[in-house]
């Protein structure tokens, strides 16, 4: 099978949810570069947009804004928000422990954040009922 029968093709309104999301979490990112030391800065960022994305999934999956809010929102505008790319960045001047452990505390957290909104989510589709 090619690479075509085994995915779909997107729609073209998904992509552009997508790109225009992407472009505004890209400039939120860069507008709050400058808020601190970078490393700190993407931590926060990384932690709270994973937190954001775990509620965002649990509050839009199954709802009718489910087909703009994920690619606007989610993949949009919180993956470029969020960044393991800019981690690397900043590890590639010879991190020090401290930034490796940082950078591990990211992955983790985030992690658990992003779960965390999900059950949030759960709690707040069970209160509106």
Known sequence: MSATEDRPALPWRTLVLVGLGGA????????????????????????????????????????SSERWAIPLLGTGFLGGFTTLSAVTVVLAGGPGLPDLALAGAQVVFG????????LLADRVREASR
């Open 111 to 118: 992690t658990g954040l992003a779960l965390l909104g999900l």
């Open 24 to 63: 505004l979490g890209v400039l939120a990112r860069d507008g709050l570069g400058f808020a601190g030391s970078p490393f700190a800065v993407i931590t926060a960022i990384n932690i709270a947009g994973s937190s954001a994305l775990g509620l965002l999934a649990g509050l839009a999956t199954g709802t």
